[in-house]
Antibody, heavy 126, light 111 residues
Framework: QVQLQESGPGLVKPLETLSLTCSVS????????WGWIRQPPGRGLEYIGY???????DYSPSLKSRLTISVDTSKNQFSMKLNSVTAADTATYYC????????????????????WGRGTLVTVSS | DIVMTQSPLSLPVTPGEPASISCRSS???????????LDWYVQKPGQPPQILIY???TRASGVPDRFIGSGSGTDFTLTITRVEAEDVGVYYC????????FGQGTKVEIK
């Protein structure tokens, strides 16, 4: 069974960089897409972005200018860095693995968030 | 950017009764491959979200058949045919046609 564990500082100062790592166990990071999603306290989900095991990425347009997502296949983990954070970046951050969709018993090239970490709360405050 | 709008935002339900959640996108979610690029997730209290429905209407593995995804173009619906107490949580639609965007969420609670 795939397990994902987010790690990183729980408190980040304004204008500094938020850095999180997702460690993957129970599966190889190869051949899958890996994503980040966040949830401000008491609010809804926000897509952050994803990285493919080969390093290809997709970023939310609203975060793209401040965001870097990378993968380290040797450590079986992936990471995100968000620059110049403000209080609006305070949230629980989830990492997730994409799962290929199956239609009629056949695996497709469509992917959805199949496995999630438990999430880690990051607070931006001085 | 594609904007996703859910309604209602709060849905009190009676066990055994049906319940429906609407999700509207600002543009059609029809992909050239003929599928609608829309997923439904539920976040139960204290848990990370989990997949219910992908490609508009396909239930993910292990999802009870009381959950039905339907719709086309810009209008989609998640129906629970007979609500059970364990279905309480916040339900999100998410478009996957252009990057990804979640709806605001619909909180389902027992009356």
């Amino acid at each position: 069974q795939v397990q994902l564990q987010e790690s990183g500082p729980g408190l980040v100062k304004p204008l500094e960089t938020l850095s999180l790592t997702c460690s993957v166990s129970g599966a190889s990071i190869s051949n899958y897409y890996w994503g980040w999603i966040r949830q401000p306290p008491g609010r809804g989900l926000e897509y952050i972005g994803y990285v493919y095991y080969n390093g290809n990425t997709d970023y939310s347009p609203s975060l793209k200018s401040r965001l870097t997502i990378s993968v380290d296949t040797s450590k079986n983990q992936f990471s995100m860095k968000l620059n110049s954070v403000t209080a609006a970046d305070t949230a629980t951050y989830y990492c997730a693995r994409f799962t290929p969709a199956v239609i009629g018993g056949v695996s497709t090239r469509y992917w959805y968030f199949g496995f999630w970490g438990r999430g880690t709360l990051v607070t931006v405050s001085s | 950017d594609i904007v996703m709008t859910q309604s209602p935002l709060s849905l009190p339900v009676t066990p055994g009764e049906p319940a429906s959640i609407s999700c509207r996108s600002s543009q059609s979610l029809l992909h050239r491959f003929g599928y609608f690029y829309l997923d439904w997730y539920v976040q139960k209290p204290g848990q990370p979200p989990q997949i219910l429905i992908y490609l508009g209407s396909t239930r993910a593995s292990g999802v009870p058949d009381r959950f039905i995804g339907s719709g086309s173009g810009t209008d989609f619906t998640l129906t629970i045919t007979r609500v059970e107490a364990e279905d309480v949580g916040v339900y999100y639609c998410m478009q996957t046609l252009q990057t990804r965007t979640f709806g605001q969420g619909t909180k389902v609670e027992i009356k």
